[in-house]
């Protein structure tokens, strides 16, 4: 008995309007990421210095490494490309340094004797790593088009 194979007709390119609102919402992921990647800065700079009884707690480690997963996972989901983790963590790294370097009036965000604030700088970039060289090493994400 001889066996024929179901014929599959190709799917047909997608419409030029398709392309355009994919992009489209392939940049506003884009950008949702960058906000999300100042706004776990600044959630993390501001919990870094959390007292529970008068003793630093580090809650901003364990907010900064689960918020940095986050919004890595969305920033390469949104966008669609491994390298889009560098979104949320370039402006991340950047309030960081800010964060670390002394104002002329004297002001310091994170000081070196806040064991929290660099654990946080160390677990949020050491999470940015993991997750990018995850993305980068892990098989290309499918495309839905349709």
């Known amino acids: ?3 024929i194979e179901e014929q599959v007709a190709p799917t047909p390119p997608p419409s030029r309007s398709t392309r355009l609102a994919d992009l489209a919402l392939r940049i506003a992921g884009g950008l949702v990421s960058v906000v999300g990647g100042v706004l776990v800065a600044l ?3 501001l919990l870094s210095t959390v007292r529970v009884g008068g003793h630093l707690i580090g809650v901003s480690v364990l907010v900064t490494i689960g ?4 919004v890595s996972w969305f ?3 949104t966008v669609g490309r491994k390298w889009a ?3 949320p963590a370039l402006p991340w790294f950047v309030l960081m340094a800010v964060a670390a370097v002394r104002t002329t009036e004297g002001d310091l965000l994170v ?3 806040n064991w929290v604030g660099l654990g946080m700088i160390t677990a949020g970039a050491m999470t940015f790593a993991v997750m990018a060289f995850r993305q980068i090493l892990g098989p ?3 495309r839905h088009d349709g």
């Open 1 to 3: 008995m001889p066996v």
């Open 43 to 45: 959630l993390g700079l």
């Open 67 to 70: 918020a940095a997963i986050a």
């Open 75 to 77: 920033a390469y989901t």
């Open 85 to 87: 983790v560098a979104l």
């Open 111 to 113: 000081a070196g004797d």
């Open 140 to 142: 290309p994400q499918r």
